[in-house]
């Protein structure tokens, strides 16, 4: 007979969202305890976050733990080709705080796009890659960091999946045992940008420029805090907890202007399926819906989210809508590299702005970086290595 954990029963508290009190108990399951239970229970082996950790508050209270350091970077596949500078930003940040990392060579996709986007694969294969990517974590020696909101998001469901269905686990387990690897899942789930926040304070002690003259809009990823809501990381102080704290805090915490708009809880246009069915579609979203408010009721001098599709959407989408003289133009980055960029960070050398369709220039001279200084740096590197002088671009001789 197959043995399925107990359902505990619940009351949902009394109270709205904005009368929300931290001994309140939230209106879902703890996962870590489920998680427990089923270790004990010897179906798995969970993977302790390291100390030291941040706690940080999730929507309903409960306390996420957020590693310092000996973090294993779960990179995404769109950042890596279409935004290098996203993680060089991440890794850059790590390096100046001094933390231990591991980028690894070894690490798959997490092939979440057949899952959203085409459904051309099944619940094991796509939990199987998860957990081996989580197990060569725990081989590594270190703690996995998402990087993508789509990875994120979908190992959050496959977590739900795994813990509920006592079939999938077996048929996960078959596949970790010819693979010759332990199962193991993590005790949290953690995106990168969630370790941005935690870091903001000590982020900003190194921040090397004055920010308090640019203003920014956020776009919060939906696969971060739509998709189970539940883990998602908000503060009473921003927003009175009714948006998520990532990115705004981070601003904050940087001395710059978080500018508010209409259509902030809409999506960036990307989605999954329709970014390449219809993909016209999505770009008039991602213009209309998103960069023209922004526009139109804050004009900002840049827009700041954490995930690769929504970075590249807002971006890449204004270029076309240039062309139709949309009222359009905003620069759009990530939190790390913004936060690179404040420390102190080559613009392109490290944070690679030139991969980037809209102009940063206006951006970065509001921000007291000299532009025309950094490009000329980044073409010696270019020149040297089409020389045959240097394998690749060099952030230690950016920073030297």
Same mark, same amino acid.
């Given at each position: 007979?197959?043995?399925?954990?107990?359902?505990k029963?619940?009351?949902?508290?009394?109270?709205?969202?904005?009368?929300f009190?931290?001994d309140?108990?939230?209106?879902t399951d703890?996962?870590?305890?489920?998680l427990?239970?089923? $270790?004990k229970?010897?179906e798995?082996?969970?993977?302790?976050v390291p /100390?030291?950790y941040?706690?940080?508050?999730t929507k309903?209270?409960r306390?996420?733990?957020i590693?310092?350091?000996?973090?294993?970077?779960?990179?995404?596949?769109?950042?890596c080709?279409h935004i290098?500078g996203? =993680?060089?930003?991440?890794?850059?940040?790590n390096r100046k705080?001094?933390?231990e %990392?591991h @980028?690894?060579?070894?690490?798959?996709?997490?092939?979440?796009?057949?899952?959203? #986007?085409?459904?051309?694969?099944?619940s094991?294969?796509?939990?199987?890659?998860?957990?081996?990517n989580? &197990?060569? #974590?725990?081989?590594?020696?270190?703690?996995?960091?998402?990087?993508?909101?789509?990875? %994120?998001?979908?190992?959050k469901?496959?977590?739900?999946?795994?813990?509920h269905y006592?079939?999938?686990?077996?048929q996960v387990?078959k596949?970790?045992?010819?693979?010759?690897m332990p199962? +193991?899942?993590? $005790?949290?789930?953690?995106?990168? &940008?969630?370790? +941005?926040h935690?870091m903001?304070?000590?982020?900003? $002690?190194?921040?090397?420029? @004055?920010?308090?003259?640019?203003t920014v809009?956020?776009?919060p990823a939906?696969?971060y805090?739509?998709?189970?809501? /539940?883990?998602?990381?908000?503060?009473?102080d921003?927003?009175?907890?009714q948006r998520?704290a990532?990115?705004?805090g981070?601003?904050?915490?940087?001395?710059?202007?978080?500018?508010d708009?209409?259509?902030?809880?809409?999506?960036?246009?990307?989605?999954?399926?329709?970014?390449? +069915? =219809?993909?016209?579609f999505s770009?008039?979203?991602?213009?209309t819906?998103?960069i023209?408010?922004m526009k139109?009721?804050?004009?900002?001098d840049?827009?700041l989210?954490h995930d690769?599709?929504?970075?590249?959407?807002? @971006?890449?989408?204004q270029?076309a809508?240039?062309a139709?003289?949309k009222?359009?133009?905003?620069?759009?980055? =990530?939190?790390?590299?913004?936060a690179?960029l404040?420390?102190g960070?080559?613009?392109?050398?490290?944070c690679?702005?030139?991969?980037h369709g809209? @102009?940063?220039k206006?951006?970065?001279?509001?921000?007291?970086?000299?532009?025309?200084?950094?490009?000329?740096e980044? /073409?010696?590197?270019?020149e040297?290595i089409? #020389?045959g /002088?240097?394998?690749?671009? &060099?952030w230690?001789?950016?920073d030297?």
């Amino acid at each position: 007979m197959q043995q399925t954990l107990a359902k505990k029963e619940f009351t949902p508290p009394q109270v709205s969202s904005r009368e929300f009190k931290r001994d309140n108990l939230p209106p879902t399951d703890d996962y870590r305890e489920q998680l427990f239970e089923l $270790e004990k229970a010897g179906e798995l082996e969970v993977q302790r976050v390291p /100390e030291p950790y941040v706690e940080l508050e999730t929507k309903y209270g409960r306390k996420k733990k957020i590693p310092h350091q000996m973090t294993w970077h779960h990179k995404s596949c769109g950042q890596c080709g279409h935004i290098p500078g996203y =993680s060089t930003s991440i890794f850059w940040i790590n390096r100046k705080l001094g933390f231990e %990392y591991h @980028d690894p060579r070894d690490q798959t996709s997490c092939t979440a796009w057949n899952y959203y #986007a085409s459904s051309t694969s099944n619940s094991a294969a796509q939990a199987g890659i998860a957990v081996r990517n989580f &197990s060569q #974590a725990k081989i590594d020696g270190y703690f996995p960091v998402i990087h993508c909101g789509t990875s %994120y998001g979908h190992y959050k469901e496959t977590r739900e999946q795994l813990l509920h269905y006592p079939v999938l686990r077996r048929q996960v387990r078959k596949i970790m045992d010819r693979l010759k690897m332990p199962f +193991v899942f993590p $005790e949290e789930i953690v995106h990168y &940008s969630e370790w +941005v926040h935690a870091m903001r304070d000590r982020i900003a $002690e190194l921040q090397v420029l @004055d920010l308090s003259k640019v203003t920014v809009t956020v776009h919060p990823a939906c696969h971060y805090h739509k998709l189970v809501v /539940e883990d998602a990381v908000y503060d009473r102080d921003l927003f009175d907890g009714q948006r998520t704290a990532i990115i705004s805090g981070l601003v904050d915490a940087l001395g710059a202007k978080v500018g508010d708009y209409s259509t902030w809880h809409d999506c960036c246009g990307f989605g999954f399926r329709h970014i390449l +069915v =219809s993909r016209d579609f999505s770009r008039s979203f991602a213009t209309t819906r998103k960069i023209e408010r922004m526009k139109e009721e804050v004009n900002p001098d840049v827009t700041l989210t954490h995930d690769t599709g929504c970075v590249t959407t807002l @971006d890449k989408s204004q270029f076309a809508a240039q062309a139709h003289k949309k009222n359009v133009g905003i620069p759009v980055m =990530s939190d790390a590299q913004f936060a690179a960029l404040a420390m102190g960070a080559h613009p392109y050398i490290v944070c690679q702005l030139h991969w980037h369709g809209v @102009d940063m220039k206006p951006l970065l001279e509001k921000m007291g970086i000299d532009h025309k200084k950094a490009w000329e740096e980044f /073409e010696v590197q270019a020149e040297r290595i089409k #020389a045959g /002088e240097i394998e690749y671009i &060099s952030w230690k001789e950016a920073d030297a």
